[in-house]
């Protein structure tokens, strides 16, 4: 009997061929999608799950909670090792510092040329890290690798961009900034899970121990390391947190701070290494980390696009159904029991889903270069074959036969047997009143997402066209690098500005769109006004090569003494310092005393996500980090190549690194152009899964009404007018989709806003662009079976039944 149900179910699909082929077309498109998106959430959940130590190990962070909150991620080199003095139960302790700036490796092979590159990604770290974050070592002692000063170790891809072929422990690796030989101790392999922790090489703690002095390493005030901690078995996470005020009181009374103060302004939260990626977003993160949101809309959509497949099938093979109630009727007749035809026709369902579960895999690995570059993961087709996600497929292809399935089986099952071998197809019965609810399902879907994607699309042209208070436009960011740069600053300068393509040259020491450091600045003689605020160092040139609006007082004038710096001050900060007359006040900052010159109008430093905070610009060209030239004209490579000889000339031992200021700041927002593009992508899947179930109906509805359509062009219909009937119904389905998914779209727009600072407003043209488009898909999905019916000879549709 099973194997006979089997056959039947083949034969079917080979029979109804347009309906099996757009059945599954949508399946497996759906599972497609779905399978991209759930591998997609399953990475960004598994984030720093893979450390054995992973549910003891935390993270502590600090929070002073001033006039302005701030949570910070770094925190004192002193913090982690205090704390497992004075708490039970903090087993190891492991640091990480990033080193500042960013540094320059080289290396000479024998007979070879020197290979030089500049590297952003590294750590100075505890040799505890090994243990703690299990790294896989795959050459040197993990033992020993990270205790001896002037150690470093390396990723795989660092080594062979290096040493190539060589064998790189016990060679030495140049350090071009400090001028230090480190030798390589040790290999590891990129983690084989995902992970906050990107590097591509560490060193020996004790090395930057022994080049830095002592107050900056008990510093108690200094966000400079990461310091995480393991706990014991036996403690839990509020054992510990609940000692950690106590213990704040003792660490920062040493400071002069009273245990009121302490206790009323500062926290030190410590969190979960699980939580890192998808829940925290602080001063100083390692780097950018995800957001929990992301994971709910991939949810939610790849359910979606799960059930907008499964309502095409649940349709299509409901409208099939009326072509073979005379086979109902016989097998009824013949004895067949109700059950007996739900196991037939769920047995078609499960081989349809089958075939499709096959497609898909093979649409999925197709898809996965395309969807990495677009979503800039690193997904394999090998982690589809996991216990764990083999069993999640088959629960999945089981789930979606049985959802797809089981309405259009019971609903065949149902059919009256002397009804079914008449033939007689009941227009008006219940299962048209769900297939007709079902598409307004599917649309009201793939509304809801061409209207997210229209928000998402609006709100990223807004970052890129906003008027952010500076000029960004032709300026690049050509960086400092060494002593020999440094101390050749002012010459270097000079000869860049000889270039007649270059109209200005600045000195910063950070670039907008980078973090600025905070520091607090307190008028003379008002200690009580005093305030945490950003910092940037700059040079008289760098207002007028970012066109920076001066609203009162001064620019900076080229000086010689480099003792009594003067300050500029942003809108914000003279608000924030509630300052009337700021303008040749003096005030205490970064150890010394200033003057304010001048107040600038308030411009975006940093990323939209956030209002201009308070800023204050201190004229001290010798802690700048970037030149800025302004270059004129269509000669930007021309300009470059002639910038890069001249510092070649003159600074033979650094390197050329320069980054264009307006693709820096637009790359601020590449979370969120990737999942913008993501949803782009699955929106337009989501409407043609509909569009390919709408087009099934839309055959389905002109054959059955094919004698109506004769009849009526008899009697005088036009083709415009045939047209109209047979896509009227299915336009009104649209219609009502567009107008249920709207103000929910709203509503889920509006809460994805409301993260930003600058949110763009919902409009009305976008809801009808948004129905015009899903009715003009429909329409043109519709009109093509309609215009095949108007175009019949009304002879041939007489004759048809």
Partial sequence: MLSNYFTIAWRNVLRYKLNSTLTITGLALGLACGLLMILHVREELNYDKGFSKADHI????????????????????????????????????????????????????????????????????????????????????????????????????????????????????????????????????????????????LISMSTFYQSTDKNTLENRGWSGFYNYIVLNSSTSRADVEARIPEFMVKFYEVKGETRKEILATRRTPIQSIMDIHLHSKLEKEMGPNSDITYVYVFSIAALFILLIASVNFINMATAQAFNRMKEVGVR????????????????????????????????????????????????????????????????????ISLIAGFYPAWFISNFDPVTSLKGKKNQVSSVTLVRKGLIVFQFSVSVFMIFSTIVVYRQMKFFQTKELGFDQDQVVAVKLYGKEMWDKANTIQQEFQKNSAITNVARISTLPGDRFGTDMFTPLGKSDDASQLRFMWADEHTLPVLQVELKAGRNFVKTVANSHFPFILNEAAAKALKLDSPIGQKAVALGDTGEIVGIVKDFNFASLHTTVEPLVIVQH???ANYFLLKIKG?????????????????????????????????????????????????????????????????????????????????????????????????????????????????????????????????????????????????????????????????VKSLRSE
């Fill in 332 to 399: 009824k007749v013949l004895g067949a029991r109700k059950e007996q035809l739900v196991r037939q026709f769920l047995g078609e369902s499960f081989i349809l889903t089958l075939i499709a579960a096959s497609v898909a895999f093979l649409l999925f690995r197709l898809a996965i270069p395309f969807y990495n570059e677009l979503a800039a993961k690193n997904l394999r087709f090998g982690q589809l074959f996991t216990p764990s996600n083999v069993l999640l497929m088959v629960l999945l292809t089981m789930l």
């Fill in 621 to 623: 060209p010798g802690q």
């Fill in 58 to 201: 935390f993270r502590i962070t600090s929070e002073n909670m001033g006039e302005k909150n701030r949570q910070w991620a770094a925190t004192s080199p002193i913090l982690g090792t205090e704390m497992q003095k004075a708490i039970p139960g903090i087993q190891t302790v492991a640091r990480f510092h990033r080193p500042y700036p960013d540094r320059v490796f080289s290396y000479i092979p024998s007979g070879g040329t020197v290979r030089q590159f500049e590297e952003k990604s590294g750590y100075f770290a505890d040799s505890t890290v090994v243990d703690v974050f299990d790294l896989p070592f795959v050459k040197g002692d993990p033992k020993t690798a990270l205790k001896q000063i002037d150690a470093i170790v390396l990723t795989e891809a660092m080594a062979t961009k290096y040493f190539g072929n060589e064998d790189p422990i016990g060679k030495r690796i140049q350090d071009d900034l400090d001028k230090r030989p480190l030798m390589v101790t040790g290999v590891i392999r990129n983690f084989p899970f995902p992970t906050h922790l990107q590097f591509d090489y």
């Fill in 634 to 794: 269509n000669k930007l490579a021309e300009t470059l190549e002639l910038t890069k000889s001249s510092l070649a000339r003159l600074a033979p031992n650094s390197l050329f690194i320069y980054t264009f200021l307006d693709e820096k700041m637009a790359r601020l927002y590449d979370s969120e152009q990737r999942v913008g593009n993501v949803l782009n992508a699955f929106a337009v899947f989501a409407l043609f899964i509909s569009c390919l179930g709408l087009f099934g109906l839309s055959a389905y509805a002109a054959q059955v009404r094919t004698k109506e359509v004769g009849i009526r062009k008899v009697l005088g219909a036009t083709v415009s007018g045939i047209i109209v009937l047979l896509s009227t119904d299915f336009l009104r389905l649209v219609l009502i989709a567009t107008v249920i998914a709207s103000p929910l779209a709203w509503w889920a727009m509006k809460q994805w806003l409301q993260s930003f600072a600058y949110p763009i407003a919902i409009e009305w043209w976008m809801f009808v662009l948004t129905g015009l488009l899903a009715v003009a898909v429909a329409l043109l999905t519709v009109s093509f079976q309609s215009i095949k019916a108007a175009l019949m000879n009304p």
